[in-house]
């Protein structure tokens, strides 16, 4: 997916485990993670103003696009049609 998440960025630069983050947010550790690791398909508004209060943030510092090229040589997954 050419959409890539940079959360650990985030938790890095606030010092912030992704427990802490995660019980901040109020959702469990295991869905966060799917979440920071690219793995979700989706996510709720209301998951991304949390994220971006807590980390006092805003949203394009958390989720940015990347093109596809450029996603198969970062690693990222490139499975999306267009």
Do not use: H, Y
Not at 26 to 38: H, R
Not at 60 to 81: F, K, N, P
């Amino acid at each position: 997916m050419p959409i890539a998440v940079d959360i650990d960025v985030m938790l890095a630069k606030r010092k912030m485990s992704v427990g802490e983050l995660a019980d901040r947010i109020g959702i469990t550790p295991a869905n966060l993670a799917v979440l920071k690791n690219g793995r979700a398909k989706a996510v709720r508004f209301a998951t991304l103003a949390a994220l971006c209060d807590v980390l006092e943030c805003q949203p394009g510092d958390i989720l940015r696009w990347v093109a596809e090229e450029a996603a198969g040589q970062d690693g990222l997954s490139s499975t999306a049609t267009r």
